[in-house]
């Protein structure tokens, strides 16, 4: 089988239950066609860098597949069919990164220095003791 990593550009009109719901259907299809997902990831929803079907934003989401090529074309074959789907890639891979991509690496990097910075209103009465 090969590996492959698969991205999704969602409309923005659903709801992040639905776009990973999605996920779920596009996992239970490569599964059922002998293949095996190692890692989804939903990058939320995100600005587009131009319109596309009217729409400004999209949810994102990155599989990572080891898969048979017919897997994958039956995978496709259902997200062109799909409304709710924007745009999709699939691109084959010589080996599988399963750890955080850059973009969420990104936030955990953001929501760790925010939990980090000190509570209280900035040039407060904290700051003077």
Do not use: C
């Not at 776009?19 to 995100?46: F, M």
């Amino acid at each position: 089988m090969a590996l492959y990593e698969h991205v999704i550009i969602a409309r923005q009109d659903i709801s992040a239950q639905q776009a990973e719901a999605l996920n779920d259907t596009l996992k239970a299809l490569v599964e059922e066609q002998g293949g095996s997902v190692a890692k989804i990831e939903y990058w939320g929803l995100r600005n587009l860098t131009y319109r596309i079907k009217k729409n400004r934003k999209g949810h994102y989401s990155l599989l990572a597949l080891d898969a048979p090529s017919a897997a994958v074309k039956e995978m496709e074959r259902q997200l062109s069919i799909n409304e709710d789907v924007l745009r999709f890639m699939t691109v084959r891979v010589e080996e599988l990164d399963l750890e955080l991509s850059p973009i969420l690496a990104r936030k955990e990097r953001e929501r760790e220095r925010e939990r980090d910075r000190p509570s209280g209103p900035r040039g407060g009465y904290e700051d003077l003791v």
